[in-house]
């Protein structure tokens, strides 16, 4: 039974990216957006490339160019924000980069606030006003500060309504519709226990969702790349759907190797839809990226890791091998974990295992009785009981 956080953590982040169609289109200025150059349009664009990729550095670089040919757009500032966005995104666990979110992500509200003064109808203003707040909501709710996750949004759907009146065929915005579309239809129908707190906002529809963000994936200008990660998460974690996901999670794989986010993705739809050997190769690249202390490629990273990697061992029967993994793999839990986590519980069992294919069945008792001491976690006292009474084969 979920409680009140727990409903909220997947309610809100998902709801917040409501507002996250990110960039103006430069397409008719009065159907759509104020345009900007073609010499500021070509350096965004690169700049959009070096954060998918993790070269912060350039990208800020190039924002800051941006900015200088047009300090009144917010186009460049919005981005900058979205550099420690995404240092936030890969790397939860640290709060290194939340204050710089922050900070950036207000200058960006203060840049539109000036210019809706002069123009209330500002639509390039009320966009990235609408974008950051929707960020900046996702931010909170990622850190568990419900009032003002929910306070950001409200504000921050009022202005996509805004925009999408003005340009509802626009697929940069598509991202936004598409993404609320499908959360709002999806959560309360996989959590029923959202559907009051759902009641405050507009209902949605998952198919038109899907839709809306294939589109934006296909064609939008600048939101082409986030709308695909939406789309990933959306198969993989909540249609549970791998064979959907792992196109998308192959395409920004290999378009931007550098980001650990998408590399992950890829190696847990091969972890379900084989073959074998590509899996294990995808994780020893990870472990190896970790070792070499590439950016986000983290404790947490190198512990999933390790456990597929054993996994892959384990399945070749090559016994002593995995062992070594899982011992590794058990060693990161313990030293990131408070309490007995998921990953704890299930690389323990997988101990058990192994001590049950080698004949060790005292040994393999000892793991499943270590794990039924521990809170359950998905099953895993059922799985424990079952590898108690009947050895794993």
Not at 48 to 58: S, W
Not at 63 to 69: D, H, W
Not at 127 to 136: C, H, P, V
Request: glycine share 6%; charged share 25%; net charge positive.
């Amino acid at each position: 039974m979920m409680n009140a956080s727990d409903v909220a953590r997947i309610l809100f982040p998902r709801l917040m990216v409501i507002a996250a169609a990110c960039i103006v289109s430069t397409g008719n200025a009065h159907a759509q957006w104020v345009a900007m150059s073609q010499e500021a349009d070509s350096i965004m664009q690169m700049g959009i490339r070096n954060i998918y990729n993790v070269q912060f550095e350039a990208a800020h670089d190039n924002f800051t160019k941006v900015i200088a040919l047009d300090p009144t757009n917010p186009a460049g500032y919005f981005l900058d924000a979205m550099i420690d966005w995404w240092k936030v995104n890969i790397a939860q666990r640290r709060r290194t980069y939340d204050q710089s979110f922050i900070d950036k992500i207000q200058r960006v509200v203060d840049v539109c606030d000036r210019e809706l003064e002069k123009d209330p109808q500002n639509l390039t203003a009320l966009f990235f006003k609408g974008g950051a707040l929707g960020f900046r909501g996702r931010f909170y709710a990622m850190r568990e500060s419900m009032v003002n996750a929910v306070n950001d949004g409200r504000i921050a759907l009022e202005m996509m309504n805004e925009c999408k009146k003005i340009a509802p065929a626009n697929h940069d915005i598509m991202l936004g519709t598409g993404t609320y579309n499908y959360f709002a239809a999806m959560i309360p129908e996989k959590y029923p226990l959202v559907k009051p707190l759902m009641a405050l906002f507009p209902g949605g529809d998952k198919d038109l969702g899907i839709m809306q963000l294939e589109a934006a994936a296909r064609t939008a200008r600048y939101a082409r790349v986030e709308a695909s990660v939406v789309l990933l998460n959306a198969f993989y974690d909540f249609e549970k759907d791998p064979v959907r996901a792992m196109p998308i999670a192959k395409d920004l794989h290999e378009r931007f190797p550098d980001n650990p986010y998408f590399h992950r993705y890829m190696g847990r739809c091969y972890v379900q839809l084989g073959p074998l050997d590509t899996m294990e190769l995808i994780w020893r690249d990870v472990l190896l990226k970790y070792l070499d202390k590439k950016f986000g490629y983290d404790n947490p990273t190198a512990r999933e890791a390790l456990y597929y990697i054993g996994v892959a061992r384990m399945i070749r029967g090559d016994y002593d091998m995995a062992l070594k993994y899982f011992y590794k793999c058990d060693e990161a839990c313990r030293s990131l974990d408070e309490d007995p986590s998921g990953f704890m519980t299930k690389v323990n069992i997988k101990i058990g295992n192994v001590y049950d294919k080698q004949g060790k069945r005292k040994l393999a008792i000892k793991q499943y009785d270590k794990v039924l001491s521990w809170s359950d976690r998905n099953g895993s006292h059922d799985e424990a009981r079952k590898y108690k009474e009947q050895p794993y084969r």
